[in-house]
């Protein structure tokens, strides 16, 4: 398997621009993540999804981020407008399920967003 | 508070065991993970012990649980220098829907 795919895996920006991420999961997994790595802050969850509905976006800064997955194979995070503190490396994770076993998470790359 | 805790640094000369720890916030946690992140990398899952375990061993990687303590360790012997990274410790707490809550990470260098 090629494992979870993101793209691009490096962006920059100036500040105000618009900035999509987007991610693959690992096919036959439900359940999908979106992470945040920061020095100040380190890993923080976003958003996650099963079976493509957004389960919980209680990590979501505000509202400048959205995300979205429009079947099980695709997903993208937003940012718009970008700022400056929006650097950082995003981590999209993918998971056979939420239970049963099934719950562990498997990561891509990572998209290191610079944003000027 | 809900940390998950660890020690920023940790410096073992190749060919030593190093063992890195990590203490964790939830007692019914399910599964414990750990992840390794090398530099400009993503994270790599490296083993996971189910909470029911008190020790779990995958070739150089020995995972020892102390539910009673919330206590995780990650043994590494005969460490080498591409082990050089950052280690995680995570766990999904009871009630966190599918949250995984990371520690802060330990930087393992490795001294020749």
């Known amino acids: 398997d090629a494992g979870v795919i993101q793209s691009p895996r490096h962006e920059v920006t100036e500040m105000g621009q618009e900035v999509t991420l987007r991610c693959k999961p690992i096919?036959?997994?439900?359940?999908l993540f979106w992470y945040r790595q920061t020095m100040m802050r380190g890993l923080e969850l976003l958003i996650y999804?099963?079976?493509?509905?957004?389960?919980?976006d209680s990590g979501m800064p505000e509202d400048r981020f959205s995300a979205k997955m429009p079947n099980a194979s695709f997903s993208t995070l937003k940012i718009q407008p970008s700022e400056p503190r929006d650097s950082a490396v995003y981590f999209c994770?993918?998971?056979?399920?939420?239970?049963?076993?099934?719950?562990?998470?498997?990561f891509g790359p990572g998209t290191r967003l610079l944003v000027l | 508070g809900e940390d998950v805790e660890q020690s920023l640094f940790l410096s073992v000369r190749e060919g030593d065991s190093s063992v890195i720890n990590c203490t964790y916030t939830d007692s019914s946690s399910t599964y414990l993970y750990w992840y390794k992140q090398e530099p400009g990398a993503g994270l790599q899952l490296l083993t996971y012990?189910?909470?029911?375990?008190d020790m779990k061993q995958d070739q150089r990687l020995t995972v020892l649980l102390n539910k009673k303590d919330k206590h995780l360790s990650l043994r590494i012997a005969d460490t080498q220098t591409g082990d050089s990274a950052i280690y995680f410790c995570a766990e999904i707490p009871t009630g966190g829907g599918n949250k995984l809550t990371f520690g802060t990470g330990t930087q393992l260098k490795v001294e020749l």
């Open positions: 096919s036959g997994h439900n359940s």
């Open positions: 994770a993918s998971s056979l399920g939420l239970a049963g076993g099934q719950e562990t998470q498997y």
């Open positions: 012990i189910f909470s029911n375990m």
């Open positions: 999804f099963n079976n493509n509905v957004p389960i919980d």
